[in-house]
């Protein structure tokens, strides 16, 4: 696959006027290269603002959760269809940080993810282990698990607009990061998972990107692996130098 996409999740980072220099900074430095496709997923507040910025740009925008009602008193919450009015294209479902501090299951996960695609919303699905379960020799039982149950009832039509991300919890935001080999392992496995629920041909045209302190330095030989297509950046996408020799160092 000669595709890639490389995401920039910013978290609880940059206030309006930080979101709007990040933005300006990334559209301004980044050349359009048809292989690869760009996300920029920052925080509910700078959506709308950074929808406008990227207009005409082929930087595309994402948001980093929602709810999977329409509407109603879910207090805090943000539905499918607000995320589509502010001009996102994709959302961000299943990330270790909402698994393990707000405590989303896999089945709160799956009916996101249905929202999601039922409302023409792209998703880039997260899974991956922990440290006690890679070092118990569970992972490949952990990445089953979690794609079989966040798949559920989805279709193999629907899977064109469903990127996986593969993120070993143990690596994110700890500036470890699993080896290009690790990586490779993970990805291959969780390929040969999706075969086994939908085909091989989906497998084969399925986006399975990774994500775990990617930076400048390791992001070429992760990239340079045959199972990895693309990379979810956390720390490093908040600085628009090291997020755009991310994306350059895709060959």
């Given at each position: 696959m000669n595709k890639y996409v490389i995401a ?71 539905s499918a269809k607000m995320l589509k009015s ?93 080896s290009p080999q690790q990586a490779e392992e ?66």
């Open positions: 920039g999740n910013w978290k609880m980072n940059n206030d309006l006027k930080e979101s709007i220099t990040l933005v300006s900074e990334i559209k301004t430095s980044l050349e359009k290269r048809e292989n690869i496709d760009v996300i920029l997923c920052p925080p509910f507040t700078s959506l709308e603002t950074a929808s406008a910025l990227l207009k005409d740009s082929h930087i595309k925008l994402g948001a980093q959760n929602m709810h999977f009602e329409d509407s109603g008193a879910f207090t805090g919450e943000i502010v001009g996102c294209e994709y959302v961000i479902l299943g990330h270790s940080e909402r698994r393990t501090i707000f405590n989303e299951t896999d089945e709160v996960i799956n009916k996101k993810i249905k929202k999601a695609l039922s409302e023409n919303l792209k998703v880039i699905f997260c899974i991956g282990e922990t440290l006690e379960e890679r070092e118990k020799g569970i992972t490949n039982s952990i990445l089953e698990k979690q794609l079989k149950n966040g798949l559920q009832d989805i279709t193999s039509s629907q899977m064109d607009e469903l990127i996986v991300a593969y993120e070993p919890v143990w690596a994110i935001g700890t500036g470890k990061t699993a993970a990805h291959n496995f969780i390929r040969s998972i999706i075969s086994e629920i939908f085909s091989d041909f989906i497998a084969e045209s399925t986006i399975i990107q990774y994500g775990g302190s990617v930076k400048p330095d390791n992001a070429k030989e992760l990239m340079g692996q045959d199972n990895i297509n693309g990379a979810l950046v956390g720390g490093a996408c908040l600085k628009s130098k090291s997020f755009v020799e991310i994306i350059n160092a895709v060959n």
